[in-house]
T-cell receptor
Framework: DSGVTQTPKHLITATGQRVTLRCSPR?????VYWYQQSLDQGLQFLIQYYNGEERAKGNILERFSAQQFPDLHSELNLSSLELGDSALYFC?????????FGPGTRLTVL | QQQVKQSPQSLIVQKGGISIINCAYENTAFDYFPWYQQFPGKGPALLIAIRPDVSEKKEGRFTISFNKSAKQFSLHIMDSQPGDSATYFC??????????????FGKGTLLTVNP
């Protein structure tokens, strides 16, 4: 158990809908990272927050947004969902050291 | 542009054998190279990591070899066991120790260890 929690574990929704994925980092970790894992693209970095501020952006679509709250948990919002957004979404956390990953949220867009 | 190239895509090894997975990187700014192990339905778990100031790091049956001039690094799993069957990802990052920088991952290697 990495200490990073993610909810929900599974999410099934329809095209055009909006969903929110939640991540709680390990106790004391200030950085939260979001990654998308798909069969064709592998593990791709989406966005990083550090202590509530956006730190870095990767291959994140404009339809996607994230935020980190004062209690350091983070949410990834995915809107206008398309079939191609079906993937595993992982968050990871760190505190000036290695990144530890959560168990992921499997998103299925029908 | 694939900044970290990993091979092979899949690997089958007999129990007790040596598993070797290779990675090559392009960005010379990378200075932290972790390996992650992922079982089906689970998140990637940090296995072992190396910085470019050393050429080899060993932790139990797992060894990373690093060749800075060739921009290559590899994972060796000695005495491979069926429980090692998983997908292995190499990764690279700026920032010593992966400190607050994104990870760039290879495509992964599916390792199967036959009993």
């Amino acid at each position: 158990d990495s200490g990073v929690t993610q909810t929900p574990k599974h999410l099934i929704t329809a095209t055009g809908q909006r969903v929110t994925l939640r991540c709680s980092p390990r106790s004391g970790d200030l950085s939260v990272y979001w990654y998308q894992q798909s069969l064709d693209q592998g593990l791709q970095f989406l966005i990083q927050y550090y202590n509530g501020e956006e730190r870095a952006k990767g291959n994140i679509l404009e339809r996607f947004s994230a935020q980190q709250f004062p209690d350091l948990h983070s949410e990834l919002n995915l809107s206008s969902l398309e079939l191609g957004d079906s993937a595993l979404y992982f968050c990871a956390s760190s505190n000036s050291g290695p990144q530890y990953f959560g168990p992921g949220t499997r998103l299925t867009v029908l | 542009q694939q900044q970290v190239k990993q091979s092979p895509q899949s690997l089958i090894v007999q129990k007790g054998g040596i598993s070797i997975i290779n990675c090559a990187y392009e960005n010379t700014a990378f200075d932290y190279f972790p390996w992650y192990q992922q079982f089906p339905g689970k998140g990637p778990a940090l296995l072992i990591a190396i910085r470019p100031d050393v050429s080899e790091k060993k932790e139990g049956r797992f060894t990373i070899s690093f060749n800075k001039s060739a921009k290559q690094f590899s994972l060796h799993i000695m005495d491979s066991q069926p429980g090692d069957s998983a997908t292995y990802f190499c990764a690279a990052s700026r920032g010593s120790g992966g400190s607050n920088y994104k990870l760039t991952f290879g495509k992964g290697t599916l390792l199967t260890v036959n009993p």
